[in-house]
């Protein structure tokens, strides 16, 4: 086994193997409701700098325990008493974890569940997709602890709900959930029954069947794209299009298509 993907080696996170790829990631500090500390932030960049080359083709994030993060390990930070060279180094790590994710090219599908807060939100952003339930909640405390963010809400919370709103939710404390923070853009899928882990893993077994070479483009190149001015993007496009849309391994699937053997794209029931 690949030591990526060797449970045993990681002790903040629970890593669990499903068909077809499907790995389970689980925060598995509860008793502190899964608090980031540098520890966990190691776990997350081996695994997700591995993932790729290790065969995983595709994730669910969650938490274990009632809530999914609750974002920077304030103890830890307090106990440390950091230098800003110190801190900012350690921002660094957190950022070096997120970009694997966003941009490492393996689809990441993070469960939401409880508190998904501070840096919590950080890391829920840095996946490709969310899912909610109606208890699921998100906030950026960091105004009230006498903070500021460090994991990237400047970037990728602004880029969800704009940079106003961002602003307002560490600014005020404000918190979203159930149907708004669907609309705002916080998740892409809300649960009625408290199943955001049960919908996480339909759309991952999904996601999974993709070709991997495909989902690579998916989660990596929009993101670097989005980066890049409106020419360099096109440019970029039509070059990682080349490679993807000419893999031998497509190849099937357009025969598929051209036989009308393949499923058509239907609306919904
Ligand atoms: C923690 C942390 C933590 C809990 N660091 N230990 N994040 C926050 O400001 C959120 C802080 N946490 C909370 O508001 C609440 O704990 C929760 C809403 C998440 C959960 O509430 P609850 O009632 O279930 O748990 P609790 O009783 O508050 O905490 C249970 C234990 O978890 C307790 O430890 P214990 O040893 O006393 O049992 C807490 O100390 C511990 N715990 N949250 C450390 N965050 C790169 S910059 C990013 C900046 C940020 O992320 S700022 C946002 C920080």
């Known amino acids: 086994m690949n030591d990526v993907v060797n449970p045993d080696t990681y002790e903040n996170l629970s890593i669990s193997e499903g068909e077809h790829g499907l790995y389970v990631v689980t925060l598995n ?8 500390d540098v520890a ?5 960049i081996r695994f997700f700098s591995g993932a790729r080359l290790a065969g995983v083709r595709a994730v669910v994030l969650t938490g274990a325990g009632d809530h999914f993060c609750a974002g920077l390990d304030l103890v830890e930070h307090w106990k440390a008493d950091r230098s800003p060279d110190d801190f900012m180094h350690v921002c660094l790590r957190w950022h070096e974890a997120f970009n694997k994710m966003e941009y490492g090219g393996v689809p990441i599908i993070a469960a939401l569940k409880g508190a998904v807060v501070g ?18 909640y998100f906030a950026l405390p960091e105004g009230q602890r006498g903070i500021f963010t460090g994991g990237g809400a400047t970037i990728r919370v602004s880029d969800m709900i704009g940079k106003y709103r961002m602003i307002d939710m560490i600014l005020t404390g404000r918190v979203y959930q159930g149907q708004d923070a669907v609309d705002l853009g916080l998740a892409q899928y809300i649960t009625e029954d408290g199943g955001s882990f049960d919908k996480a893993m339909e759309l991952a077994t999904k996601v999974a069947q993709n070709l991997p070479l495909t989902n690579f483009a998916i989660c990596s190149a929009v993101s670097h794209m989005n ?8 440019y970029a496009e039509a070059f ?30």
């Open 240 to 269: 990682v299009g080349g490679i993807v849309n000419t893999q031998p391994d497509a190849r099937a699937r357009l025969e598929a298509f051209a036989n009308k053997t393949a499923a058509r794209v239907r609306p919904n029931s």
């Open 119 to 136: 840096g919590g939100l950080e890391l829920a952003s840095a996946a490709h997709v969310r899912v909610i339930d109606p208890g699921t």
């Open 40 to 44: 966990t932030i190691e776990e997350l």
């Open 29 to 36: 500090r509860p008793s502190k409701r899964n608090a980031l």
């Open 227 to 234: 980066n890049m001015s409106g020419m360099d993007a096109a």
